[in-house]
Protein backbone atom coordinates (compact mmCIF):
# COMPACT_ATOMS: atom_id res chain seq x y z
CA UNK A 1 0.00 0.00 0.00
CA UNK A 2 1.10 3.24 -1.11
CA UNK A 3 0.49 6.48 1.28
CA UNK A 4 0.66 9.84 0.18
CA UNK A 5 0.87 12.16 3.76
CA UNK A 6 -0.25 15.87 3.15
CA UNK A 7 -0.05 18.92 5.63
CA UNK A 8 -2.49 21.69 4.91
CA UNK A 9 -1.29 23.63 7.93
CA UNK A 10 0.21 22.49 11.37
CA UNK A 11 -2.68 21.44 12.94
CA UNK A 12 -4.51 19.83 9.70
CA UNK A 13 -2.84 16.64 7.80
CA UNK A 14 -4.80 13.91 5.30
CA UNK A 15 -3.68 11.15 4.07
CA UNK A 16 -4.66 9.54 0.65
CA UNK A 17 -3.40 5.95 -0.43
CA UNK A 18 -3.43 3.82 -3.55
CA UNK A 19 -3.52 0.25 -3.18
CA UNK A 20 -1.27 -1.84 -6.01
CA UNK A 21 -0.91 -6.12 -5.09
CA UNK A 22 1.40 -8.11 -7.38
CA UNK A 23 1.48 -11.76 -6.93
CA UNK A 24 4.44 -14.33 -8.09
CA UNK A 25 3.63 -17.28 -9.98
CA UNK A 26 5.23 -20.14 -11.50
CA UNK A 27 8.78 -19.72 -9.98
CA UNK A 28 11.23 -21.69 -11.10
CA UNK A 29 14.91 -22.01 -11.70
CA UNK A 30 16.87 -22.74 -14.93
CA UNK A 31 20.19 -24.16 -14.72
CA UNK A 32 22.90 -22.83 -17.85
CA UNK A 33 23.72 -25.39 -19.51
CA UNK A 34 27.76 -26.54 -19.51
CA UNK A 35 29.51 -29.49 -20.41
CA UNK A 36 30.27 -30.59 -16.34
CA UNK A 37 29.01 -28.43 -13.34
CA UNK A 38 33.04 -28.40 -12.91
CA UNK A 39 33.03 -26.16 -16.05
CA UNK A 40 30.35 -23.60 -15.32
CA UNK A 41 30.92 -23.03 -11.44
CA UNK A 42 34.13 -23.37 -10.68
CA UNK A 43 34.77 -21.14 -13.90
CA UNK A 44 37.63 -18.23 -12.69
CA UNK A 45 35.15 -15.41 -14.47
CA UNK A 46 32.76 -14.94 -11.39
CA UNK A 47 30.49 -12.53 -13.42
CA UNK A 48 29.50 -16.35 -15.52
CA UNK A 49 25.76 -17.01 -15.21
CA UNK A 50 24.71 -19.95 -13.40
CA UNK A 51 21.16 -19.92 -13.43
CA UNK A 52 18.23 -18.00 -14.13
CA UNK A 53 14.91 -17.54 -11.57
CA UNK A 54 12.09 -16.91 -13.43
CA UNK A 55 8.57 -16.48 -12.62
CA UNK A 56 5.65 -14.28 -13.51
CA UNK A 57 4.43 -11.11 -12.21
CA UNK A 58 0.54 -10.78 -11.65
CA UNK A 59 -1.45 -7.63 -10.97
CA UNK A 60 -4.24 -8.40 -8.78
CA UNK A 61 -4.69 -4.38 -7.62
CA UNK A 62 -7.40 -2.69 -9.42
CA UNK A 63 -4.78 0.17 -10.99
CA UNK A 64 -2.27 -0.07 -13.62
CA UNK A 65 1.30 -0.66 -11.85
CA UNK A 66 5.15 -1.58 -11.79
CA UNK A 67 6.60 -4.02 -9.64
CA UNK A 68 10.48 -4.60 -8.64
CA UNK A 69 10.52 -8.43 -7.38
CA UNK A 70 14.11 -8.96 -5.84
CA UNK A 71 15.88 -12.10 -5.43
CA UNK A 72 17.73 -13.23 -2.24
CA UNK A 73 19.74 -15.53 -1.42
CA UNK A 74 20.17 -17.60 1.93
CA UNK A 75 23.52 -19.42 1.59
CA UNK A 76 24.86 -22.61 3.78
CA UNK A 77 25.29 -22.45 7.32
CA UNK A 78 28.93 -23.90 6.17
CA UNK A 79 29.54 -20.30 4.48
CA UNK A 80 29.04 -18.05 7.41
CA UNK A 81 27.34 -15.62 5.59
CA UNK A 82 24.66 -13.21 6.69
CA UNK A 83 21.07 -14.60 6.66
CA UNK A 84 19.89 -13.54 3.20
CA UNK A 85 21.29 -11.23 0.89
CA UNK A 86 19.90 -9.27 -2.27
CA UNK A 87 21.19 -10.60 -5.34
CA UNK A 88 19.16 -9.36 -7.82
CA UNK A 89 16.36 -7.33 -8.79
CA UNK A 90 14.42 -6.13 -12.14
CA UNK A 91 11.62 -2.96 -12.42
CA UNK A 92 8.67 -4.85 -14.41
CA UNK A 93 6.90 -2.74 -17.00
CA UNK A 94 3.31 -1.04 -16.43
CA UNK A 95 0.97 -3.80 -15.86
CA UNK A 96 -2.66 -3.36 -16.07
CA UNK A 97 -5.05 -5.25 -13.55
CA UNK A 98 -5.67 -9.00 -13.99
CA UNK A 99 -2.33 -9.14 -16.60
CA UNK A 100 1.19 -10.12 -16.09
CA UNK A 101 4.40 -10.21 -17.01
CA UNK A 102 7.67 -12.75 -17.04
CA UNK A 103 10.51 -11.72 -14.81
CA UNK A 104 13.87 -13.70 -15.48
CA UNK A 105 16.47 -12.83 -12.87
CA UNK A 106 20.28 -14.11 -13.46
CA UNK A 107 22.24 -15.87 -10.65
CA UNK A 108 26.24 -15.37 -11.38
CA UNK A 109 29.11 -17.30 -9.74
CA UNK A 110 29.75 -14.33 -7.53
CA UNK A 111 26.24 -14.41 -6.10
CA UNK A 112 26.86 -17.85 -5.14
CA UNK A 113 30.10 -16.90 -3.43
CA UNK A 114 31.46 -15.18 -0.57
CA UNK A 115 34.25 -13.08 -0.11
CA UNK A 116 37.09 -14.38 1.89
CA UNK A 117 40.49 -13.57 2.24
CA UNK A 118 40.65 -11.08 -0.56
CA UNK A 119 39.32 -13.42 -3.01
CA UNK A 120 35.75 -14.32 -3.85
CA UNK A 121 35.03 -18.24 -2.21
CA UNK A 122 33.30 -20.44 -3.99
CA UNK A 123 30.41 -21.83 -1.93
CA UNK A 124 28.97 -25.66 -2.00
CA UNK A 125 25.76 -26.74 -1.05
CA UNK A 126 22.18 -25.72 -0.44
CA UNK A 127 21.10 -22.35 -1.48
CA UNK A 128 17.51 -21.25 -0.47
CA UNK A 129 16.17 -18.42 -3.32
CA UNK A 130 13.40 -16.09 -2.14
CA UNK A 131 11.41 -13.93 -4.46
CA UNK A 132 9.78 -10.93 -2.88
CA UNK A 133 8.62 -7.60 -2.91
CA UNK A 134 10.95 -6.35 -0.07
CA UNK A 135 13.18 -7.99 2.54
CA UNK A 136 10.47 -7.93 4.90
CA UNK A 137 7.87 -9.30 2.49
CA UNK A 138 9.22 -12.86 1.23
CA UNK A 139 6.38 -14.01 -1.10
CA UNK A 140 8.15 -17.18 -2.66
CA UNK A 141 11.05 -19.70 -1.87
CA UNK A 142 13.31 -22.43 -3.44
CA UNK A 143 16.01 -24.23 -3.23
CA UNK A 144 19.37 -24.47 -5.45
CA UNK A 145 21.80 -26.67 -4.76
CA UNK A 146 25.89 -26.74 -5.90
Known amino acids: ?10 NSHFCISEHYSFRYTDVKV ?12 ENTDVDVVVAYVS ?17 YVAYPASAGAP ?18 VLVSLPLTARDLSVFSGGAW ?7 TLFIAASSRDLRKSLFLEI
Open 55 to 71: FHVINVGKRTGADVPQL
Open 83 to 100: PRQLRAFQRTQLIAPLKG
Open 1 to 10: MLFYIFQLNE
Open 121 to 127: QRVHGRF
Open 30 to 41: TRQKSKSEHDLY
